[in-house]
C-alpha cells in the first residue's frame, strides 16, 4: 500500500448505529487530518493530529470521535448521526503541521446516514 | 463573508485554449496558496503550491497571487478534456498552517 488509505470506501449507517473510519498513512508524516465534503460547499477541516496529539478541532459535534493510536493512523468513530452527516470524509497526512507544504489525501469514505 | 471564495461554475474552456481561474481570500496575513485537481468521484491532488514572494510555473500551469487585491490564479495552458475537473483553491490562513479551501470551480474542457 502507497500514500493514505481509507476503510471502507462507502458506509451506510443508521442514525443509532455505531461505526469507525479508518486510515492510514504509509508516507512517515506526522501530521493527519480529516475533513468532511459536501456537494457545493468547501472543504471543511474537523481535525487535526500532530505526532499522536490533537492540535485543532472545529467545533465539530461530539458525534465524532477521533482517535489517533500512532502516526500512522487515525480513527473517526461515529455515533448517533444525523441524515446532514451524510458527506465524504477525506482523510489527509502531510509532513508536518507547523510547516505543511502539501497534503495528501485518501480515497475517502461516501457515508450516507439513513 | 466566506474566507476563501471561488466561481462555482462550470467553466467551459474550449480545447486548446487558456483556462483561467480565480480565488479571493479574505485574511492578509496568509501566506501560501495551494491549488488541488478533484476529479469526480476522486480525492484531491495537488497541483502546485505557490507563497506569497512570487509567482511559479509548472508546465501547462501557472499560479499567480495578487497580495493587493487578495487574490490567486490559475492557468491552464492549452486546455486538455482531461483537465476537466473541480479546481480546489486553499490558503494557508495563519502561522499554525490551517488550510481554509473554497468550494471549488469545476472546469469541462470541450473538444
Known amino acids: 500500500e502507497t500514500g493514505v488509505t481509507q476503510t471502507p470506501r462507502h458506509l451506510v449507517m443508521g442514525m443509532t448505529n455505531k461505526k469507525s473510519l479508518k486510515c492510514e498513512q504509509h508516507?512517515?508524516?506526522?501530521?493527519m487530518y480529516w475533513y468532511k465534503q459536501s456537494a457545493k460547499k468547501p472543504l471543511e477541516l474537523m481535525f487535526v493530529y500532530s505526532l499522536e496529539e490533537r492540535v485543532e478541532n472545529n467545533s465539530v459535534p461530539s458525534r465524532f470521535s477521533p482517535e489517533c493510536p500512532n502516526s500512522s493512523h487515525l480513527f473517526l468513530h461515529l455515533h448517533t448521526l444525523q441524515p446532514e452527516d451524510s458527506a465524504l470524509y477525506l482523510c489527509a497526512s502531510s509532513q508536518d503541521w507547523v510547516t505543511p507544504r502539501e497534503q495528501f489525501f485518501g480515497p475517502g469514505t461516501r457515508l450516507t446516514v439513513l | 463573508q466566506k474566507e476563501v471564495e471561488q466561481n462555482s461554475g462550470p467553466l467551459s474552456v474550449p480545447e486548446g485554449a487558456i483556462a483561467s481561474l480565480n480565488c479571493t481570500y479574505s485574511d492578509r496575513g496568509s501566506q501560501s496558496f495551494f491549488w488541488y485537481r478533484q476529479y469526480s468521484g476522486k480525492s484531491p491532488e495537488l497541483i502546485m503550491f505557490?507563497?506569497?514572494?512570487g509567482d511559479k510555473e509548472d508546465g501547462r500551469f501557472t499560479a499567480q497571487l495578487n497580495k493587493a487585491s487578495q487574490y490567486v490564479s490559475l492557468l491552464i495552458r492549452d486546455s486538455q478534456p482531461s483537465d476537466s475537473a473541480t479546481y480546489l483553491c486553499?490558503?494557508?490562513?495563519?502561522?499554525?498552517?490551517?488550510?481554509?479551501f473554497g468550494a471549488g470551480t469545476q472546469v469541462v474542457v470541450t473538444p
Open positions: 486553499a490558503v494557508r490562513t495563519d502561522s499554525w498552517g490551517k488550510f481554509q
Open positions: 505557490i507563497y506569497s514572494n
Open positions: 508516507l512517515g508524516h506526522n501530521a
